[in-house]
C-alpha cells in the first residue's frame, strides 16, 4: 500500500540547513555534512563510491522503490533540478504557491502545483502503490498541517548545526502523536514514525 513520507536529513538540534542559504549555497553554511551519512566525500568535496556500512546503504538504496517525489522549488532549485534535462527519477511534482515567473529558474521535466493537496494527490496517482517521499521544510510543513502525511522518516546526524533552516517550524496548533515504527543506527540514526491524530 502506499505511504506519503517526510524523508529528511536533519542535524541532532532539529536543522536541514545551515546558516546563509541561497540558490547557490542550497544547504548553506555546514549543511551538506547532513547528506554524508549517505553520499560520502573525500577531503576535496568530491563524492566517493560506495563505502557505506550496511544499514547506511539500505536507507540509500530503499530511494530506488519510491513512485514519486513531492518538494518545494527551496529544494529543488539549489540543487539544480537533480540534473536538469538530464534528470531521470521518479516524477516529481514541485508544491509552488506561485508559478515560476518568466526568468525564473523552471525544471522542464518537474510538474509545478499551487495547492498542497493537488501536489501530494497528484503524486499518489503517478506513484500507484509505490510510496511518495516528501522532502523539504515548507513543503513538509504544509502537509504535516493538511494531514497528508503517513509517516516521518528523519535520518538523524551527530551534528550540531546551531543555526539555519529548522524542519519543524510550525505553527501554533494541537500537538501531533507520533508512533516510533523502526529504528535503524547506522553513521546516521534513522527513524521512522507513524503519524498520529492531532490532539
Do not use: N
Not at 551538506?32 to 546503504?57: C, F, I, K, N, S
Amino acid at each position: 500500500m502506499s505511504r506519503t513520507i517526510l524523508d529528511m536529513s536533519i542535524s541532532l538540534d532539529g536543522f536541514i540547513a545551515g546558516p546563509h542559504e541561497t540558490v547557490d549555497h542550497g544547504l548553506g553554511d555546514g549543511g551538506q555534512r547532513l547528506h554524508d551519512w549517505g553520499m560520502p566525500r573525500d577531503a576535496t568535496g568530491a563524492y566517493l563510491e560506495g563505502g557505506l556500512g550496511d544499514v547506511d546503504a539500505e536507507m540509500m538504496a530503499a530511494y530506488e522503490s519510491v513512485g514519486a517525489s513531492v518538494c518545494g522549488r527551496g529544494t529543488v532549485d539549489p540543487a539544480g533540478g537533480w540534473g536538469g534535462e538530464a534528470y531521470g527519477g521518479p516524477p516529481v511534482f514541485i508544491y509552488a504557491r506561485r508559478p515560476p515567473a518568466p526568468g525564473e529558474l523552471r525544471w522542464p521535466k518537474f510538474t509545478y502545483i499551487q495547492t498542497i493537496e493537488e501536489a501530494i494527490g497528484a503524486a499518489k496517482e503517478a506513484a500507484g502503490d509505490a510510496d511518495v517521499v516528501v522532502q523539504g521544510a515548507g513543503t513538509g510543513q504544509a502537509a504535516l498541517t493538511a494531514g497528508l502525511l503517513d509517516e516521518i522518516q528523519l535520518h538523524v546526524v551527530p551534528l550540531l548545526l546551531r543555526d539555519g533552516r529548522r524542519l519543524f517550524d510550525l505553527p501554533g496548533g494541537a500537538p501531533i502523536d507520533l508512533d516510533l515504527v523502526q529504528v535503524r543506527q547506522g553513521v546516521a540514526l534513522h527513524l521512522r514514525y507513524a503519524v498520529g491524530r492531532s490532539h
